[in-house]
């Protein structure tokens, strides 16, 4: 492109150009348009005035000036050039287009929306009135963690920190209407999401990359690095260490193993709470499998991770402690544990009369959304909302929050005494740090630049050889109260 632009005929002319790069001037599509507009302009009837002691008229002196052919078939040839141009760029763009599939998807071009869901279940559709929320704690129902696990989290981390607990009370959320459901005929104006949620998240605790630097005062360097080698481990990252995160779907890290990288972010922090937000979107199976696997690893070190999931299989579902499930609107129709292979939440459900028996094998997230959907309300002429808080599990959630609401006595009020926790300098300094061994990492990168910055300081050198020692030297005499 730098040879294109630059050999055109406006950087440099015709007869300033060096004769082994005039094929460069012949080649460029910029001289063929340039060259047509140019005589289109110079050689109408504005510029075919005769200056005194000249043969040529205006036009043509100025076209010569710079090298451009003076003649008007030079229009047409530069309309046919472009012409040719475009076409071959068409069909370059046309052939690059139809490769074969398994390229394209290999390139990472592939756009594709995957649901985790149970096997058995695969064909069916995700449904749409319903969403997870769901919070994790150390004490989990599930006993089939390895005892390696259980030991790593006894022992905890080499930071400690304060775990706390979450009470939220008759929340209601609501954002405008959407124009799209307005055309459809909804009269309201504002879309209701969240309606009257109450819900206690507990924080439970067992009785014993870069990041940390910006994110972590008043902790020394020792104890910072044994903490990165920490949670390296929690998130199953050591094998990755030293690699770049790359481009999304092009190289570098995988999909799945960018939301280990982001957990293990947010996990040098030291938080005592962490919000994920559908954290198994966008993966397959094994993928999904991994990350929820990383953070029940989170979990067991005592600390509340709250997730939003749609449509998880059974093995993701059942790693969870509680679950938070709204129909639409935004309105509770479960709130509590789950136990064992889902065991507390069948039992609610199978209750209620009108419900069927879930079946043998069957995944309790769809089961759950199918028996809970707004068709099966209608059908059975209930409203599960209704139901929910004239149940026995809405008075003990209003008696937990009405526990933990109360402050303890040796408790404090969360304060930050600055906008971020390390000073300019130290940011700084981090920040160069990291962009410098972004550099070390990618050789590639850096034989790329350092090629490019030779093929263009030898191609402007010898485009521009001695033309930039010509002077001219001259005088100009007033005439008529012009120059």
């Given at each position: 492109?730098?040879?294109?632009?630059?050999?055109g005929?406006?950087?440099?002319?015709?007869?300033?150009?060096?004769?082994?790069?005039?094929?460069?001037?012949?080649?460029?599509?910029?001289?063929y348009?340039?060259?047509?507009?140019?005589?289109?302009?110079?050689?109408?009837?504005?510029?075919?005035?005769?200056?005194?002691?000249?043969?040529?008229?205006?036009?043509?002196?100025?076209?010569?000036?710079?090298?451009?052919?003076?003649?008007?078939?030079?229009?047409?040839?530069?309309?046919?050039?472009?012409?040719?141009?475009?076409?071959?760029?068409?069909?370059l763009?046309?052939?690059?287009?139809?490769l074969?599939?398994?390229?394209?998807?290999?390139?990472?071009?592939?756009?594709?929306?995957?649901?985790?869901?149970?096997?058995?279940?695969?064909?069916?559709?995700?449904?749409?009135?319903?969403?997870?929320?769901?919070?994790?704690?150390?004490?989990?129902?599930?006993?089939?963690?390895?005892?390696?696990?259980?030991?790593?989290?006894?022992?905890?981390?080499?930071?400690?920190?304060e775990?706390?607990?979450?009470?939220?009370?008759?929340?209601?959320?609501?954002?405008?209407?959407?124009?799209?459901?307005?055309?459809?005929?909804?009269?309201?104006?504002?879309?209701?999401?969240?309606?009257?949620?109450?819900?206690?998240?507990?924080?439970?605790?067992?009785?014993?990359?870069?990041?940390?630097?910006?994110?972590?005062?008043e902790?020394?360097?020792?104890?910072?690095?044994?903490?990165?080698?920490?949670?390296?481990?929690?998130?199953?990252?050591?094998?990755?260490?030293?690699?770049?995160?790359?481009?999304?779907?092009?190289?570098?890290?995988?999909?799945?193993?960018?939301?280990?990288?982001?957990?293990?972010?947010?996990l040098?922090?030291?938080?005592?709470?962490?919000?994920?937000?559908?954290?198994?979107?966008?993966?397959?199976?094994?993928?999904?499998?991994?990350?929820m696997?990383?953070?029940?690893?989170?979990?067991?070190?005592?600390?509340?991770?709250?997730?939003?999931?749609?449509q998880?299989?059974?093995?993701?579902?059942?790693?969870?402690?509680?679950?938070?499930?709204?129909k639409?609107?935004?309105?509770?129709?479960?709130?509590?544990?789950?136990g064992?292979?889902?065991?507390?939440?069948?039992?609610?459900?199978?209750?209620?009369?009108?419900?069927?028996?879930?079946?043998?094998?069957?995944?309790?997230?769809?089961?759950?959304?199918?028996?809970?959907?707004?068709?099966?309300?209608?059908?059975?002429?209930?409203?599960?909302?209704?139901?929910?808080?004239?149940?026995e599990?809405?008075?003990?959630?209003?008696?937990?929050?009405?526990?933990?609401?109360?402050?303890?006595?040796?408790?404090?009020?969360?304060?930050?005494?600055?906008?971020?926790?390390?000073?300019?300098?130290?940011?700084?300094?981090?920040?160069?740090?990291?962009?410098?061994?972004?550099?070390?990492?990618?050789?590639?990168?850096?034989?790329?630049?350092?090629?490019?910055?030779?093929?263009?300081?030898?191609?402007?050198?010898?485009?521009?050889?001695?033309?930039?020692?010509?002077?001219?030297?001259?005088?100009?005499?007033?005439?008529n109260?012009?120059?």
């Amino acid at each position: 492109m730098i040879i294109l632009f630059t050999l055109g005929g406006f950087v440099l002319s015709r007869e300033n150009i060096n004769k082994f790069w005039i094929w460069g001037y012949w080649i460029s599509p910029m001289m063929y348009g340039q060259n047509a507009i140019v005589v289109n302009e110079l050689l109408g009837k504005s510029w075919r005035h005769v200056p005194p002691n000249s043969n040529v008229s205006l036009g043509v002196a100025a076209l010569q000036s710079r090298g451009f052919f003076p003649y008007e078939y030079w229009y047409w040839i530069g309309v046919g050039a472009m012409i040719g141009f475009c076409v071959t760029a068409q069909h370059l763009f046309r052939s690059s287009s139809l490769l074969p599939k398994s390229t394209w998807e290999a390139s990472g071009c592939k756009i594709r929306r995957f649901w985790s869901i149970a096997p058995e279940n695969r064909s069916s559709q995700p449904n749409r009135d319903s969403k997870i929320v769901i919070t994790m704690h150390a004490e989990s129902i599930n006993t089939e963690i390895s005892a390696e696990t259980i030991n790593r989290s006894k022992r905890g981390m080499v930071l400690p920190f304060e775990p706390h607990s979450i009470i939220f009370e008759e929340i209601t959320y609501s954002v405008d209407m959407p124009q799209e459901m307005k055309m459809e005929g909804v009269v309201e104006d504002k879309l209701v999401l969240l309606k009257g949620v109450s819900g206690c998240f507990q924080a439970r605790c067992f009785n014993c990359s870069y990041g940390s630097w910006l994110r972590l005062a008043e902790i020394n360097s020792e104890t910072k690095k044994v903490f990165i080698e920490e949670v390296m481990e929690l998130v199953e990252l050591n094998s990755l260490r030293q690699s770049l995160v790359g481009l999304p779907g092009v190289d570098g890290l995988s999909t799945e193993q960018r939301k280990r990288l982001t957990i293990a972010v947010e996990l040098v922090a030291n938080p005592s709470i962490i919000f994920m937000d559908e954290p198994t979107s966008g993966l397959d199976a094994r993928a999904a499998a991994i990350v929820m696997r990383t953070v029940r690893n989170t979990v067991d070190t005592g600390r509340t991770v709250v997730c939003t999931v749609h449509q998880p299989s059974i093995d993701i579902f059942e790693s969870f402690d509680e679950l938070l499930l709204l129909k639409r609107g935004g309105q509770e129709i479960y709130v509590g544990p789950l136990g064992r292979h889902s065991c507390n939440l069948i039992k609610y459900f199978e209750e209620i009369e009108g419900v069927g028996k879930i079946k043998d094998a069957y995944n309790p997230a769809t089961w759950m959304l199918e028996v809970s959907a707004s068709a099966q309300e209608l059908a059975l002429g209930i409203d599960f909302a209704h139901v929910y808080k004239k149940s026995e599990l809405y008075r003990r959630n209003k008696q937990l929050i009405t526990e933990y609401s109360t402050p303890a006595p040796s408790s404090k009020d969360l304060y930050f005494p600055t906008q971020y926790s390390q000073p300019f300098l130290i940011q700084y300094g981090a920040c160069l740090w990291k962009q410098h061994w972004s550099y070390c990492r990618n050789p590639l990168y850096n034989a790329v630049r350092m090629m490019f910055t030779t093929a263009v300081a030898l191609l402007f050198g010898t485009l521009f050889w001695n033309l930039g020692s010509k002077t001219y030297v001259g005088t100009m005499e007033p005439s008529n109260n012009t120059w």
